[in-house]
C-alpha cells in the first residue's frame, strides 16, 4: 500500500521560509512526477509545483521564483523549499505521486499558515 508522509508545515511570518518534505512507501509502479497542491477552505485543490523524474520541473506562476522544488529518486522523497512566503500562500499543502498511467496518490495534507 502507497504511503505518503509529508513534514515541514507551520506557522511562519509574511517573507519567511518553510521547507516542505514527502516520503513515499510501498511504490510499487513506475512515477511519472511528484509535486504539490495546494487547497484553501472553499476553493479547488491547485498545483504549486511538480518534478519528474528527470528532473524537470513545473511551477504555479503565483509561486515561480520564490519556491524550489526537488527530489530524492532513491528515496521516492519530494521536497518543496518555500522562501519570501506571503499570506496568500496560506493553505494546506498536499504532495502526490503520479504514475505512468496517471493514478495519483496523496499525502494526509500539512497546513502552512503566513501570518504576523
Known amino acids: 500500500q502507497v504511503q505518503l508522509v509529508e513534514s515541514g508545515g507551520g506557522l511562519v511570518q509574511p517573507g519567511g521560509s518553510l521547507a516542505l518534505s514527502c516520503e513515499a512507501s510501498?511504490?510499487?509502479?513506475?512515477?511519472?512526477?511528484m509535486g504539490w497542491y495546494r487547497q484553501v477552505p472553499g476553493k479547488q485543490r491547485e498545483l504549486v509545483a511538480y518534478i519528474t523524474s528527470g528532473r524537470m520541473t513545473n511551477y504555479a506562476d503565483s509561486v515561480k521564483g520564490r519556491f524550489t522544488i526537488s527530489r530524492d529518486n532513491a528515496k521516492n522523497t519530494v521536497f518543496l523549499q518555500m522562501n519570501s512566503l506571503k499570506p496568500e500562500d496560506t493553505a494546506v499543502y498536499y504532495c502526490?505521486?503520479?504514475?505512468?498511467?496517471?493514478?495519483?496518490?496523496w499525502g494526509q495534507g500539512t497546513q502552512v499558515t503566513v501570518s504576523s
Open positions: 502526490y505521486v503520479r504514475a505512468l498511467d496517471l493514478s495519483i496518490q
Open positions: 510501498g511504490i510499487t509502479f513506475t512515477i511519472y512526477n
